[in-house]
C-alpha cells in the first residue's frame, strides 16, 4: 500500500510540474483565449447570489423566527453531541465486534441504542430539520432579493430609456413610448 500511495504522489508531482511548464512557456496562447460568455454569465450569478445570500444571513437582518431555527438548531445539535459523548455507556449498549446480534441484542440490532441513545438521535434529527429550515428560508429569501434587484434594473432601465428618448426626439421611434 506504501508503493501505491508513493506511485500516487509522484504522478501528482510529475502532473504538477508539467502544467506549471506549459502555463509558463505558453502563458501568451492562454492569455489570448476567449472566455465562454455563457459560463462566464453563469459564474457572474452565482457570484452574485452567494454575495446576497451572505447579505440575508447577516445576523442583524435576519429575523427573529429564522434566528429561533438556528438558535434551536445549534442547541439540539450541542446537546445530541455532549449527550452522546458524555454518556456514551448510557447511550448504546455494549456490544463487541465478536458478537452475534441474534445472541447479544437479541436478535434486534435496534437493541443497540438503549432510551438515552433514542433521544440523542432525535436530538439529532431535529437539529438537521431546524437547520434545514433556516437554509430553506435564507435560499427562498435570497431568490426574493434577486428578483426585486433585476425589476428594479429593469425599471431603472426603462426610465432611463424613456428620459433619452425625450431628450432625443430622433429616438421615438425605437423607444416604445406608450404611457404606463
Known amino acids: 500500500m506504501a508503493i501505491t500511495g508513493g506511485v500516487q504522489f509522484g504522478s501528482m508531482v510529475v502532473a504538477a510540474y508539467f502544467l506549471e511548464k506549459v502555463t509558463t512557456s505558453r502563458a501568451d496562447e492562454l492569455a489570448n483565449l476567449p472566455y465562454d460568455e455563457e459560463v462566464k454569465a453563469a459564474e457572474d450569478a452565482a457570484a452574485h447570489e452567494k454575495e ?3 447579505r440575508v ?9 429564522a434566528k429561533t431555527f438556528l438558535i434551536l438548531s445549534v442547541s439540539t445539535m450541542v446537546i445530541s453531541c ?3 459523548q458524555l454518556f456514551s455507556a448510557d447511550c448504546f449498549a455494549d456490544y463487541e465486534l465478536t458478537f452475534t446480534i441474534g445472541e447479544h441484542l437479541d436478535g434486534n440490532v435496534l437493541n443497540l441504542v438503549l432510551p438515552l441513545g433514542w433521544i440523542a438521535i432525535i436530538l439529532f434529527i ?3 430539520i431546524f437547520l434545514l429550515i433556516f437554509v430553506s428560508w435564507a435560499k427562498r429569501k435570497t431568490k426574493e432579493v434577486i428578483k426585486e434587484e433585476k425589476s ?4 431603472t432601465s426603462h426610465e432611463k430609456d424613456k428620459t433619452e428618448a425625450n431628450a432625443n426626439p430622433a429616438m421615438e421611434n425605437t423607444v416604445d413610448s406608450s404611457p404606463s
Open 52 to 54: 446576497v445570500y451572505t
Open 57 to 65: 444571513t447577516q445576523w442583524d437582518v435576519v429575523p427573529a423566527l
Open 82 to 84: 455532549y449527550t452522546v
Open 126 to 128: 431535529a437539529s438537521c
Open 152 to 155: 428594479t434594473m429593469l425599471a
